[in-house]
């Protein structure tokens, strides 16, 4: 099956820096989507991606529908404590598939 | 109003027992899914029914068998509970097949002693 390779699994960082993480497939997605979990919640989508090459924000978030169709990234500027969770790549083919996870840490 | 819900939010039960999770959603969505969240928080895709149909059945054992009595509503059943099964069980609905926008409910913790 399509599988996705998302990283870092972590990142520990200091509330007002600026976080990345990138996914890349070794196939070919029509959609990237971004989805953040929270503790004891399911998962909620942030941003979605319909065309190679789109860059899209909402708010202090930023992606990447990568020019190969097979990567994309998350940009988060300015963290602050609220943004922590795992955030979940995830790819919709034929169906939708999902990275494993980065789980990210703001220290105040 | 909640949007996806799933009863129960948690569940403990011995191998062997039969049990099943609920799930609804008010959204007008055509699609609904059950995932499967392992400890290490991977997603995986269990079945997808889009209009009461099924469309997609990964490689699930048999003991799981989803039924969709209406486009609203997607229940899981679980025969034969086995240790393994232990995980959370994410009900989720889009508006329409072949879109990824998904929108989860707040998850079922099984716990299978």
């Known amino acids: 099956g399509q599988q996705l390779n998302q990283s870092p699994q972590s990142m520990f960082i200091q509330e007002g820096e600026d976080v990345s993480m990138n996914c890349t497939s070794s196939?070919?997605?029509?959609?990237w989507l971004w989805y953040k979990q929270e503790p004891g919640e399911g998962p909620v989508l942030l941003i979605a991606?319909?065309?190679?090459?789109e860059l899209t924000s909402n708010g202090r978030l930023t992606a990447q529908f990568g020019i190969t169709r097979k990567d994309s990234f998350l940009n988060i500027s300015a963290s602050i404590p609220s943004d922590v969770g795992i955030y979940f790549c995830?790819?919709?083919?034929?169906?939708?598939?999902f990275g494993a996870g980065t789980r990210l840490t703001v220290k105040p | 109003d909640t949007a996806v819900s799933q009863t129960p939010k948690y569940l403990v039960t011995q191998m062997g027992n039969d049990k099943s999770i609920k799930c609804e959603q008010n959204?007008?969505?055509?699609?609904m899914y059950w995932y499967k969240q392992d400890s290490k928080k991977f997603l995986k895709i269990m079945f997808s029914?889009?209009?009461?149909?099924l469309i997609i059945n990964e490689t699930v054992p048999n003991r799981f068998s989803p039924k969709s009595p209406d486009k609203a509503h997607l229940n899981l059943h679980i025969n034969s509970l086995e240790l393994g099964d232990s995980a959370v069980y994410f009900c989720?609905?889009?508006?329409?097949w072949g879109t990824g926008e998904l929108f989860f409910g707040e998850g079922s913790r099984l716990t299978v002693l």
């Open positions: 989720a609905s889009s508006p329409y």
């Open positions: 196939s070919i997605f029509n959609t």
């Open positions: 991606l319909y065309k190679a090459g």
């Open positions: 995830a790819g919709h083919g034929r169906d939708m598939r």
């Open positions: 959204l007008g969505h055509d699609t």
């Open positions: 029914y889009n209009n009461k149909e």
